[in-house]
Protein backbone atom coordinates (compact mmCIF):
# COMPACT_ATOMS: atom_id res chain seq x y z
CA UNK A 1 0.00 0.00 0.00
CA UNK A 2 1.14 3.39 -0.81
CA UNK A 3 0.01 6.71 1.63
CA UNK A 4 -0.60 9.79 -0.02
CA UNK A 5 -0.58 13.00 2.40
CA UNK A 6 -1.12 16.54 1.02
CA UNK A 7 -0.50 19.93 2.44
CA UNK A 8 -0.41 23.57 1.23
CA UNK A 9 -3.92 24.29 0.56
CA UNK A 10 -5.36 27.63 1.02
CA UNK A 11 -6.56 30.79 0.50
CA UNK A 12 -5.23 33.32 -1.73
CA UNK A 13 -6.32 36.50 -3.68
CA UNK A 14 -6.29 36.02 -7.71
CA UNK A 15 -2.70 36.95 -8.97
CA UNK A 16 -1.26 35.45 -5.82
CA UNK A 17 0.73 32.04 -5.35
CA UNK A 18 0.52 28.67 -3.67
CA UNK A 19 2.62 25.63 -3.19
CA UNK A 20 0.84 22.19 -2.61
CA UNK A 21 2.70 19.35 -1.43
CA UNK A 22 2.30 15.48 -1.32
CA UNK A 23 4.70 12.94 0.81
CA UNK A 24 4.23 9.39 -0.69
CA UNK A 25 5.42 6.57 1.90
CA UNK A 26 5.12 3.03 1.73
CA UNK A 27 5.41 0.57 -0.64
CA UNK A 28 6.55 3.25 -3.67
CA UNK A 29 9.15 1.21 -5.28
CA UNK A 30 7.09 0.32 -8.23
CA UNK A 31 5.70 3.82 -8.43
CA UNK A 32 5.60 4.34 -11.82
CA UNK A 33 4.15 8.37 -12.30
CA UNK A 34 2.38 10.90 -9.36
CA UNK A 35 0.13 13.71 -10.54
CA UNK A 36 -1.96 16.55 -9.13
CA UNK A 37 -6.05 16.31 -9.95
CA UNK A 38 -8.62 19.03 -8.89
CA UNK A 39 -12.39 18.80 -8.82
CA UNK A 40 -14.17 21.87 -8.55
CA UNK A 41 -18.09 21.87 -7.20
CA UNK A 42 -19.95 20.85 -10.06
CA UNK A 43 -17.34 19.57 -12.29
CA UNK A 44 -15.70 16.50 -12.92
CA UNK A 45 -11.65 15.71 -11.73
CA UNK A 46 -9.24 16.77 -13.92
CA UNK A 47 -5.72 16.30 -14.53
CA UNK A 48 -4.01 19.21 -13.55
CA UNK A 49 -0.14 17.90 -13.83
CA UNK A 50 1.49 14.72 -14.02
CA UNK A 51 5.29 13.97 -13.54
CA UNK A 52 7.31 10.61 -14.28
CA UNK A 53 8.46 9.18 -10.92
CA UNK A 54 12.34 10.40 -11.93
CA UNK A 55 11.51 13.73 -12.82
CA UNK A 56 12.39 13.57 -16.57
CA UNK A 57 8.88 14.06 -17.87
CA UNK A 58 5.82 16.30 -17.43
CA UNK A 59 2.32 16.93 -18.41
CA UNK A 60 -0.11 20.00 -17.78
CA UNK A 61 -3.26 20.75 -18.19
CA UNK A 62 -3.62 23.64 -20.77
CA UNK A 63 -5.28 26.07 -18.29
CA UNK A 64 -2.59 25.89 -15.85
CA UNK A 65 0.28 26.18 -18.40
CA UNK A 66 2.92 28.84 -17.87
CA UNK A 67 1.55 29.39 -14.41
CA UNK A 68 1.81 25.77 -12.42
CA UNK A 69 5.03 23.94 -12.07
CA UNK A 70 5.50 20.10 -10.87
CA UNK A 71 8.41 18.87 -9.39
CA UNK A 72 9.84 15.87 -7.13
CA UNK A 73 12.39 15.97 -4.31
CA UNK A 74 13.18 12.39 -5.22
CA UNK A 75 15.05 11.54 -1.67
CA UNK A 76 12.36 13.01 0.19
CA UNK A 77 9.51 11.22 -2.02
CA UNK A 78 7.82 14.28 -1.83
CA UNK A 79 5.54 16.23 -4.87
CA UNK A 80 5.06 19.41 -4.97
CA UNK A 81 2.89 22.07 -7.35
CA UNK A 82 3.98 25.64 -7.42
CA UNK A 83 0.72 27.55 -8.44
CA UNK A 84 1.90 31.12 -9.47
CA UNK A 85 -0.86 33.97 -11.01
CA UNK A 86 -3.84 32.38 -9.46
CA UNK A 87 -7.21 32.50 -10.66
CA UNK A 88 -10.72 32.19 -9.65
CA UNK A 89 -11.16 29.08 -11.71
CA UNK A 90 -8.17 27.47 -10.29
CA UNK A 91 -10.35 26.89 -7.13
CA UNK A 92 -10.77 23.19 -5.88
CA UNK A 93 -9.92 20.30 -3.96
CA UNK A 94 -6.56 19.21 -4.95
CA UNK A 95 -5.78 15.81 -4.85
CA UNK A 96 -2.22 14.05 -5.41
CA UNK A 97 -2.27 10.94 -6.83
CA UNK A 98 0.21 8.24 -7.63
CA UNK A 99 0.13 5.67 -10.47
CA UNK A 100 2.07 2.16 -9.61
CA UNK A 101 0.93 0.52 -12.96
CA UNK A 102 3.02 0.66 -16.31
CA UNK A 103 -0.40 0.77 -18.57
CA UNK A 104 -1.58 3.20 -19.53
CA UNK A 105 2.10 4.14 -19.89
CA UNK A 106 0.85 8.09 -20.20
CA UNK A 107 0.65 10.94 -17.59
CA UNK A 108 -2.90 11.32 -18.28
CA UNK A 109 -4.82 8.27 -16.40
CA UNK A 110 -4.44 4.90 -14.40
CA UNK A 111 -3.25 6.53 -11.13
CA UNK A 112 -4.79 4.10 -8.48
CA UNK A 113 -3.43 5.92 -5.60
CA UNK A 114 -4.79 8.96 -4.34
CA UNK A 115 -5.10 11.60 -1.26
CA UNK A 116 -7.68 12.75 0.16
CA UNK A 117 -7.50 16.25 -1.10
CA UNK A 118 -6.71 19.57 0.26
CA UNK A 119 -8.56 23.01 -0.36
CA UNK A 120 -7.58 25.77 -2.76
CA UNK A 121 -9.89 28.81 -2.65
CA UNK A 122 -8.97 32.11 -4.89
CA UNK A 123 -10.74 35.01 -4.14
CA UNK A 124 -11.31 37.97 -6.50
Known amino acids: QVQLVESGGGSVQAGGSLRLSCAAS????????MAWCRRAPGKERELVAG????????RYADSVKGRFTIYRDNAQNTMYLQMNSLKPADAAVYYC?????????????????WGQGTQVTVSI
Open 97 to 113: ALKSLSVPPTLSDGYDY
Open 26 to 33: GRTASAKA
Open 51 to 58: ITWSGSST
